[in-house]
């Protein structure tokens, strides 16, 4: 499923350390993002008013910036004006989406030593006016990657990095087998994620998601975990093998990207809903009631 262009962003403004046109946005060739992918990131859906999530991204932007130990991190409110500049300057509302980006900054000269950096984080704030990116009434396909998602032996996924070689190779596969994403396992063997979104499964009224091991505890994957509760959907984090999706009454996966959406098919087999399940439905129109309640209302 490939993202498609919307010709309104051709005039935007994008914040990097400042506002300035889309043809002007530029970060330095000696910036860490550019030197060794070295950023972390977060995206942030904009909904009728409302920037969804936005502290519990800060939050894990914040954390993640904390974990790689950059120096002179912007502070909360200081990120928060960057986003709400951004997004009243190109008057968007609604239907949009940001892409929060914190760099460790320009280095004086090129290369790995953080202590080169000495001139502070770069933050851009990149808003699009960007729908949904999966079709979540007709669902997705999923391929099983042969590569295995990261784990905390190498690079801990709760890092929230920019460094997504490890998902773009298993996207790659996913495009060649015309799939729409593709499904990782973990060192072991188990499921852990797909490339871009958690993965979730439900069986005989049971709600299963992997264990946080080698995948993102991903802000919307807690979301729907405390939803769940609320509807006394019972709900199990565990190890989950590949077996056990394909028979699966309902697959999806959820993200900021792309919400909650149905899978219909991994490796050629089709999720056939035995057990003619609604949990998906019920957890999808609940979604719909928290936009307020974790939103940050816009203050333009």
């Not at 790995?112 to 979540?136: F, S, W």
Request: hydrophobic share 40%.
């Amino acid at each position: 499923m490939l993202q498609q262009y919307d010709p309104r962003n051709a005039e935007i403004k994008v914040w990097v350390n400042g506002l300035c046109s889309r043809q002007d946005a530029r970060v330095s060739v000696f910036d860490s993002a550019v030197q060794g992918g070295d950023a972390v990131w977060e995206g942030i859906r904009i909904y009728h008013g409302y920037a969804f999530m936005l502290e519990q991204h800060i939050d894990r932007l914040q954390e993640s910036a904390h974990a790689l130990a950059f120096a002179h991190v912007p502070t909360r409110e200081e990120i928060k004006e960057a986003v709400f500049a951004t997004l009243q300057a190109n008057r968007m509302k609604d239907n949009a989406h940001i892409r929060l980006t914190l760099t460790r900054g320009e280095k004086i000269t090129s290369g790995m030593d953080p202590r080169l950096n000495q001139k502070g984080c770069t933050l851009i704030v990149l808003a699009e006016h960007k729908p949904p990116v999966y079709d979540n009434s007709a669902g997705i396909r999923l391929i099983t990657s042969g590569i295995r998602r990261n784990n905390p032996q190498f690079l801990d996924s709760k890092i929230h990095h920019n460094n997504l070689l490890n998902n773009i190779l298993a996207k790659i596969e996913a495009n060649v087998a015309g799939a729409d994403d593709a499904l990782m396992l973990d060192g072991q063997g188990f499921v852990a994620e797909t490339n871009a979104t958690n993965l979730f499964m439900v069986k005989k009224g049971i709600l299963y998601t992997p264990l946080p091991d080698a995948c993102l505890p991903g802000i919307t994957r807690k979301l729907v975990l405390e939803m769940a509760a609320e509807l006394k959907i019972p709900a199990m984090e565990k190890n989950v093998s590949l077996t056990e999706f394909y028979n699966a009454d309902e697959v999806f996966a959820t993200g900021t990207m792309g919400e909650l959406t149905p899978v219909q098919e991994i490796d050629g087999r089709k999720i056939l809903n035995r057990s003619q399940s609604e949990v998906l439905n019920k957890l999808k129109q609940h979604f719909t009631t928290k936009i307020e309640v974790y939103g940050v209302k816009l203050p333009f």
